[in-house]
């Protein structure tokens, strides 16, 4: 178990300045927010369950970027559906997340259902060429490690305690200067 | 009008990329579409699904294109209310309108959503145009500056029989 905290910091040294990274509605962007608050961050505050599609749109239409979604469980169950489409486009440079803590913590830690099926084996499923499911910190290195050097359409789900941290703040930006810098991000 | 005059018409104003999910009103379109090597097509699972690939388009510097159903307008509530409409973020949709006119046109499936169509996207704020056979050209124009004047979403209303 890994404090996703962590995890997202973990996951954030492997990113460079180029790479764009969509995060999901709730505390995933707003920790992603407050650790490296950079302009190829997308903080989907919004629409939950549309990250990966987001991911997948950019993925195929900027595939000299390297692209990262990041979700929780929660986002990633309510849109099942997207991984065998994302797997069916096959998209070499989509580095797909799932910060899977069993729970909707953003809204006070209600249970999720993921605690009864593995999401790595459901993405398997899908047609996903890559998939492991991590539960520490050497883990997630090593599975870090391997997809960026991959080059090839990757799920890691980290599993993730519920460990809220206090202080972490809203994104303090406007839903449009979020948009304009991204975009700037994406051409650059 | 012809599938590939409208195909056409959309190409030639920049709209190359589309994602959606298939509707009966426009059969031929979407064959035409799918067959068409200069649009790149993404067989969406569902409509929010769709909206999402198409809106990546904006940020590359294009416009991006649904395709869908009427009866999908509720699954792009949530997306069009707390996505594009927030941040501004345009999409060109293309609605096929089954049920024109309430009952008995059309399936029982449809009488509901097809009455009240416009209706949705009244609500939300969501320009949008109705193609007719004969108005292709002028109606896209409109809906495309209505498009970037707002940087939202518009959808184009295409009945049965309007595209063969």
Redesign the interface.
Known sequence: MIARYQAIERILSHIREADLVVSTTGMISRELFTLDDRPGNFY???????A???G???A???PHKRVFVLEGDGSALM?L??L??IS??QPSNLFHIILDNEAYESTGGQPSISSQFDLAETARSAGYPWTRRVDDLEELESALTEVTAAGQLSLIVVKAGIAPVDGIPRVSHT??Q??DR??SA??A | MDAKEFWAALKERGLNLFAGVPDSTFQEAYNVMVADPDIRYVPAVREDVALGIASATYFTGGLGGVIMQNSGVGNLVNPLMSFNLMYKIPAFLVVGWRGYGGPPNDAPEHWIMGAKTTEFFDLMEVPYEILEPDNLEPTLDRLLTAIKERSVPGALLVRAGVIT
């Open positions: 989907m505050i919004g629409s939950m369950g549309l990966s599609a987001m997948l749109g950019l195929i239409q900027a849109s559906g997207t065998p489409l069916s486009e839903p449009e979020i948009r991204f975009k994406v051409q």
